[in-house]
């Protein structure tokens, strides 16, 4: 049989491990797939870089049109990245008949609606293993091996460069900029770093995780997004001491009322599996009705890692290229026509525990009327620590983790502290979750 013929868009760190990971394990991967997969052509910004992989037998241009028009080839492999003009030639490729598999999580999280669209009026798959959590089989598990199930809730540390930096601070005390410095000297950070540290790459995963997991359309605009460039090394230390680790979660969560997407520092129970996910490493905790709590832990980015969910993809589209496009798996895991939006819940209805850091008068009742507010206010308090003061201060750190409570309820109450008089400067806020239920 024909071997099936693959054009490439971008061949840097993922396309070069895509080359060698289909050159190393052919033998294997045409066994599986049915058949052999060949890269026909790769279009490249510069012809004269040097390349991770054999260009043997690969055709390079400069020109990304001449690959998605190319009709020798019959799939795309987009790893350009970025929104335009990936959306263009994905759209292009489509019109031109040719199944597409993708990396790009800020295509699919900001076009992935309007190009499954395309896909299914062609006829063609459109595969994205690779957008979300590198090498972890996140969107195979939830779109098919939990299909059973109805998924109540999922947290997942989904960029790599957040958790290596929040690492770093714990383990080295360092601090976030000489964090942030090292990941990326290290190559870990994207190429706007603002994108891994505000938080807005993980939160185009969650919304990509969001819509399979409970069969709507991708909503990226509304996920709730906080990055971890306000985390301090104090803070660490102080969840350290009452038994947390600081991790950045995207968590997707549903109640009769709406979902929850949201994106953001979080203090986890340091003995939970996900606090203990290290360095650049990813993790993803599903909570299924049936399944219960499942965890999917591996690398997130990194040249081989991607490759591998690349290479999935590809033996997915090769070895369903004859199937009714009807009786596929359908890209968001619902059938298409059943995917249904639904209520968003502002950030204010989320409900979480609450890490709360304060510097206070250091006298006589002063707590007491902390506590009263937040008494007053249906919070209830988990734990109090008063870090002990230098010598002679007369402000004194207050830290308290609450019990679950409505967010807009802390938000009112700490507006409140802040206004009492013996209260210096603003409340330090941070979300916990037990990630039990
Ligand atoms: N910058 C991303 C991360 C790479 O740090 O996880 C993979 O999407």
Same mark, same amino acid.
């Given at each position: ?106 295509? *699919?999280?900001?076009?992935? &609606?309007? %190009?499954?669209?395309?896909?299914? $009026? !062609? /006829?063609?798959?459109? @595969?994205?293993?690779? +957008? ?25 540390? *989904?960029?790599?460069?957040? &958790?290596? %930096?929040?690492?770093?601070?714990? $383990? !080295? /005390?360092?601090?976030? @900029?000489?964090?942030? +410095? ?25 919304? *990509? ?229």
């Amino acid at each position: 049989m024909q071997p099936v013929r693959i054009g490439l868009l971008g061949l840097g760190t993922v396309g070069g491990g895509t080359v060698n990971v289909l050159a190393r394990n052919a033998e294997e991967i045409a066994r599986r797939a049915g058949r052999a997969i060949v890269v026909e052509q790769a279009a490249v910004r510069s012809m004269e870089r040097n390349r991770i992989c054999s260009l043997d037998d690969i055709a390079l241009t400069t020109d990304p049109e001449a690959v998605v028009r190319n009709p020798e080839i019959d799939v795309i492999v987009e790893l350009i990245g970025g929104t335009e003009p990936a959306r263009s030639l994905v759209l292009t490729a489509i019109d031109h008949g040719k199944h597409v598999v993708s990396a790009n999580k800020a295509l *699919i999280a900001t076009h992935g &609606n309007e %190009i499954f669209g395309a896909a299914g $009026e !062609k /006829g063609v798959m459109v @595969a994205f293993e690779a +957008a979300v959590a590198g090498g972890i089989p996140i969107i195979k598990t939830l779109r098919e091996g939990l299909s059973g199930n109805r998924i109540e809730w999922l947290a997942g540390i *989904i960029n790599g460069t957040s &958790n290596f %930096i929040l690492t770093r601070m714990r $383990e !080295k /005390g360092a601090s976030f @900029a000489e964090a942030l +410095a090292e990941a990326q000297e290290l190559g870990y950070a994207e190429a706007d770093p603002t994108f891994d540290i505000k938080g807005v790459d993980a939160a185009h995963k969650l919304s *990509i995780l969001a819509a399979i997991a409970f069969g709507m359309p991708i909503d990226f605009d509304r996920v709730h997004t906080e990055g971890i460039d306000d985390i301090t090394t104090e803070d660490i230390g102080y969840a350290e001491q009452l038994g947390y680790r600081i991790k950045h979660l995207g968590i997707a969560r549903r109640s009769d009322e709406g979902v929850e997407m949201r994106v953001h520092p979080t203090l986890v129970p340091e003995r939970d599996l996900l606090a203990n996910v290290n360095d650049v490493m990813n993790a993803v905790l599903i909570k299924g009705d049936a399944v219960g709590r499942t965890l999917l832990n591996g690398a997130g980015a990194g040249a081989e890692p991607t490759a591998s969910a690349v290479v999935a993809d590809l033996v997915d589209v090769v070895r369903t290229l004859t199937t009714d496009p009807n009786h596929r798996v359908p890209h968001l895991a619902f059938q298409p026509d059943a995917l249904t939006p639904m209520p968003l819940l502002p950030i204010e209805e989320a409900r979480t525990s609450f890490y709360l850091k304060m510097l206070a008068s250091d006298r006589p009742g002063v707590l007491a009327d902390i506590a009263k507010i937040l008494g007053e206010s249906g919070i209830s308090i988990e734990a109090v620590v008063q870090p002990e003061p230098p010598k002679g201060a007369s402000l004194a750190k207050l830290v308290m983790l609450t019990h679950r409570v409505r967010e807009g309820q802390v938000r009112a109450a700490v507006a409140k502290v802040e206004a009492l008089q013996v209260i210096e400067g603003s409340v330090t806020s941070i979300r916990m979750e037990r990630l039990d239920d």
